[in-house]
């Protein structure tokens, strides 16, 4: 029963995930370097669908967050996520290196 | 090793807030302890080793098994909680009555403590597997092992003692009211957690978001905050929440309350509205 119950449910998704069509309207890219976000400040165009490309070129893991954007994804030393994000309101949005707070700081700017 | 304080204590509340309601809802049950130990014992193990394969993790289904798996894990804890609440509430009666009566021990009978264990050990693994990457990182980076040490144990203890103070708060609640009072905790914290699954498959571009904020209070509360960041996790608060998490929230709660109605039968744990 549980085995069943959780072996359904992570198929289920796998599924979902398979089929899903992940396209986006604008593709966007950020690397962290140093603990530091490069550029710390990318703009997006607003009212579009958003793939984030997030490059982590050091060799410590690093958390992608942003409490503005309803975000959080680990990115593994050398490793790469990709993000969807939007389509974005006009503004700026904050996020954050979880595991370096104290430099890894950026800010997104839809317009 | 303030700072690698902070982050422990920050994950490990999240799953000692999580762990102090099913220790509320399991009250008097033989054995409870070894049951939840050992959620714990297989959440750290689980930590370890979703921490080692998490490139392979991310990698995985074109870049989006992070979200997956965590969106997985999220919903499997939601059905193992809806399962428990409607035991619960076709049961809780005889417990408390049980418990008023003899003061302490009751048998555990048929009731599904295996599934809490599996609810206990996901959300270790799931806030585990961060602390061990984030420090895996501060290591590499050349920290010392005494602010590690050091780190670790504020973090832990300070987490541990939230959690302490939730459980001995809900102790408080008369008995009558009791196991019901658990069950609509643990109601709200099944919606919260599948809010969670649905912000990652949202995340994930799986499912749309169906508006991105439908409102926005994090002027009033924000997650970032301890308060937002305990709500978040008990009853799933979210300042800025999209419109496909509200959908999980509301089939959630309504789906495990409707289950409590049909199979509770006690008026005083059925809800007043499905």
Not at chain 1, 28 to 57: C, M, S, W, Y
Not at chain 2, 194 to 221: E, H, M, Y
Request: proline share 3%; glycine share 12%.
């Amino acid at each position: 029963m549980l085995r069943t119950a959780v072996l359904l449910v992570v198929l289920g998704l796998a599924v979902l995930g398979a089929g899903s069509a992940q396209a986006a309207d604008f593709e966007a890219k950020l690397a962290i370097r140093d603990h530091k976000f490069d550029p710390p400040q990318l703009d997006v165009p607003a009212g579009a669908k958003v793939k984030l490309t997030v490059e982590n070129q050091d060799a410590t893991p690093e958390e992608f967050e942003s409490t503005d954007l309803n975000r959080e994804k680990i990115v593994v030393g050398k490793g790469t996520i990709v993000v969807f994000l939007g389509p974005l309101d006009a503004g700026k949005y904050h996020f954050f290196g979880d595991f370096h707070q104290e430099t890894a700081q950026g800010d997104l700017i839809a317009k | 090793m303030l700072g690698t304080g902070l982050l422990v204590f920050r994950e490990v509340l999240e799953a000692a807030l999580i762990v102090s309601i099913v220790c509320a809802a399991t009250r008097g049950v033989r054995a409870r302890g070894a049951w939840v130990a050992g959620g714990i014992a297989s959440g750290v193990l689980g930590a370890l080793l979703v921490a080692f394969f998490a490139d392979v993790i991310a990698a995985a289904v074109s870049g989006v098994g992070q979200e997956l798996f965590n969106a997985s894990v999220l919903l499997a804890a939601v059905v193992m909680i809806a399962w428990h609440a409607i035991w619960m509430a076709s049961h809780g009666k005889e417990l408390a009555t049980q418990m008023k009566s003899v003061g302490g021990a009751v048998q555990s009978g048929a009731r599904p403590l295996s599934a809490l264990l599996i609810v206990v050990a996901i959300a270790v693994l799931r806030e585990g597997s961060e602390v061990v990457l984030f420090l895996y990182g501060q290591a590499a980076s050349g920290a010392g092992a005494i602010a590690i040490a050091g780190g670790i144990a504020l973090g832990v203890v300070g987490g541990v003692a939230v959690g302490f103070l939730l459980y001995f708060g809900l102790l408080g609640i008369p008995m009558r009211y009791f196991f019901s009072a658990t069950n609509w905790l643990m109601l709200l914290l099944a919606a919260g957690l599948a809010s969670q699954a649905a912000g990652f498959l949202i995340q994930a571009d799986v499912l749309p978001a169906l508006g991105n904020r439908i409102w926005d209070t994090s002027a009033l509360l924000s997650d970032a905050s301890l308060l937002g960041k305990t709500l978040h996790t008990l009853i799933g608060y979210d300042a800025r929440p999209a419109g496909m998490q509200i959908v999980f929230y509301a089939i959630t709660a309504a789906v495990i309350a409707l289950g409590m109605k049909i199979w509770g039968g006690s008026p005083k744990l059925a809800p007043r509205a499905g």
